[in-house]
C-alpha cells in the first residue's frame, strides 16, 4: 500500500512524500512544484539538494533548489528563469498527487506535475502539463529536468551502427551551445554511448542535446541507477535544432533533461510530457561501451519494456 503524507524536509515544513515501501520521492508544496527526493528508502537522495537554497521562500530571484522541475523551451531569460518560490496546490490521486503552480504572471502558463507511483514496483510515471492561460497562442515544449547528485555519470545511447553500405542518410543530431567545449575530459563520445560526468572540481558549464530515438537516458551515482524514458514522437519537430534530450554539466550539479516536441498551444488548451522513472541497485559499471553494454543496456531495456 502507498505511503502519502506531508513531512518536513530540507527546511521546508511542508512537503509530500511518496512511498511504496521500495522507493520514495518527496515533493515541495511551499515552492515549485520541485520534486526533491528520489531514492531508495532509506538511501541517499539520487537528485540535488542545493546549498543555500534548500528552504527558501518567496522573494522574485530564482533558485535552483534542485530535485526536478518543469520548464518550457526554448530557454530564453527571463522566460524560462520565472521564480517558481511561492506554493504550489496539492490534490492527492489514488496512486501519488497533482501538484499545480499558480499561473506564471509573466508567461501567462500554468505548470503542473502529477507523479504516480506503483506499489511493489521500482518506477513511476511523471506526467507534466503546461497550461496556456493567455489570450494568445504560444509556441513552446515541455521541457522536463532533473538536476542529480554529485559525481555521478550520464549516459545517452547512441543509434546502433551502420556501415555506409546499409544506410547513406543520417541518423542522429547533436546540438551544440556556444559554451560547448568538445575536449572537456567530462565527455566521452562513444561508438555507442556518449557519456557526461559531473565533476565539482571543474566550474566551466558544458552542455550538449541530443534527437535520441532510443527514448532513454540515465545516470549512475555510486551503485544506483536512475533511468529516465521519454519515448521519442517520430515526425515530431524538437526544440533545439531537434533535441528530445539533454545534458548539462557545471561544478553544482548535472541535469538529464528530456523535452517533449514544439508545439502552438491555443488559449486554455493543454500540452501533456510524461517521463518514466526506473530505480536499480547493486549496479557496477565503468565508463567503457562494453561496461554499459554488459551492465546497464539490460536494465534500460527492461525498463522500454514495461511502458509498452
Not at 166 to 182: A, D, F, H, I, Q
Request: charged fraction near 25%; include cysteine.
Amino acid at each position: 500500500m502507498l505511503k502519502i503524507e506531508e513531512i518536513p524536509f530540507g527546511g521546508w515544513a511542508r512537503n509530500c512524500l511518496i512511498s511504496n515501501g521500495q522507493i520514495e520521492v518527496v515533493v515541495t508544496q511551499e515552492v515549485g512544484p520541485r520534486i526533491i527526493r528520489l531514492a531508495f528508502v532509506g538511501k541517499p537522495n539520487l537528485f540535488l539538494e542545493m546549498p543555500g537554497e534548500m528552504g527558501l521562500t518567496g522573494g522574485t530571484e530564482w533558485h535552483i533548489f534542485g530535485g526536478h522541475r518543469l520548464w518550457h523551451a526554448p530557454e530564453a531569460n527571463p522566460r524560462s528563469y520565472n521564480p517558481d518560490n511561492e506554493p504550489v496546490r496539492f490534490t492527492r490521486t489514488e496512486k501519488g498527487g497533482i501538484f499545480t503552480q499558480e499561473v506564471e504572471k509573466l508567461t501567462g502558463i500554468e505548470k503542473e506535475i502529477e507523479v504516480e507511483m506503483e506499489e511493489g514496483e521500482n518506477r513511476l510515471r511523471i506526467i507534466h502539463r503546461l497550461k496556456n492561460h493567455n489570450l494568445w497562442p504560444v509556441k513552446l515544449a515541455p521541457w522536463a529536468l532533473s538536476a542529480m547528485t554529485q559525481r555521478g555519470m550520464a549516459i545517452i545511447p547512441q543509434e546502433p551502427y551502420q556501415s555506409w553500405s546499409e544506410n547513406l542518410l543520417p541518423v542522429r543530431s547533436l546540438s551544440l551551445w556556444g559554451y560547448t567545449r568538445m575536449d572537456d575530459p567530462r565527455w566521452r563520445f562513444g561508438n555507442r554511448y556518449v557519456t557526461l560526468k559531473q565533476n565539482p572540481e571543474i566550474s566551466a558549464p558544458n552542455k550538449a542535446g541530443f534527437g535520441n530515438k532510443r527514448g532513454w537516458g540515465a545516470y549512475l551515482f555510486e551503485e544506483y541507477l536512475f533511468v529516465k524514458v521519454a519515448p521519442y514522437r517520430f515526425g515530431a519537430q524538437y526544440p533545439d535544432m531537434g533535441c528530445s534530450f539533454e545534458l548539462y554539466t557545471d561544478h553544482r550539479f548535472l541535469e538529464l533533461e528530456s523535452l517533449g516536441p514544439l508545439t502552438l498551444l491555443e488559449p486554455q488548451e493543454t500540452v501533456e510530457h510524461v517521463e518514466y522513472w526506473f530505480l536499480y541497485k547493486g549496479v557496477k559499471a565503468e565508463d567503457t561501451d562494453e561496461s554499459i553494454d554488459r551492465h546497464i543496456l539490460p536494465l534500460a531495456e527492461e525498463s522500454l519494456k514495461k511502458i509498452r
